[in-house]
């Protein structure tokens, strides 16, 4: 695993498209890449191409107390390579820069219709928080905001 660069974003904008992922441009991937408190990462086969990543951000959290939280934006896998492991790796990942950053809660938001993502987050402690009703556009769907304590 490695951070994501420029030349990157054509294979993330593909894996996004085919994983079904809130659409992202190509300009937002590039300003997101700019930023300090954001965490890109990607995954590379042996061949190596790009076969997943994850975007996600260290914020500010919003209660009382001084410390970090995180949001898990996307994360996707390329089809062929998916059931394998590969989004646990970019997830533990993450989570080890979020300790590592002493984050106390991550989030997320998922599609209400997203069983397999749902179970995934679930497998790794995350607890569904509320739903956002019609968070999501193309198709209009609930959002459900997980978290996960860290």
């Known amino acids: 695993m490695r951070r994501i660069t420029s030349g990157d974003i054509p294979d993330l904008l593909r894996i996004a498209k085919d994983c079904g992922l809130s659409p992202w441009s190509e300009n937002d991937y590039i300003e997101e890449a700019k930023r300090a408190d954001a965490t890109m990462i990607c995954l590379e086969s042996a061949a190596p191409e790009t076969i997943g990543f994850l975007v996600g951000r260290r914020v500010l959290n919003s209660r009382r107390t001084k410390g970090y939280d995180a949001e898990l934006y996307n994360i996707g896998v390329k ?47 995350f607890t569904e928080y509320t739903v956002r009703n019609r968070f999501y556009s193309d198709p209009e769907e609930d959002g459900i905001v997980m978290r996960l304590n860290m």
């Open 79 to 125: 089809a062929g390579f998916r059931k394998q492991g590969c989004g646990g790796m970019l997830l533990n990942r993450f989570l080890d820069i979020c300790r590592n950053d002493v984050v106390q809660s991550v989030w997320l938001d998922v599609r209400s219709s997203n069983k397999n993502a749902i179970q995934f987050y679930k497998n790794f402690g």
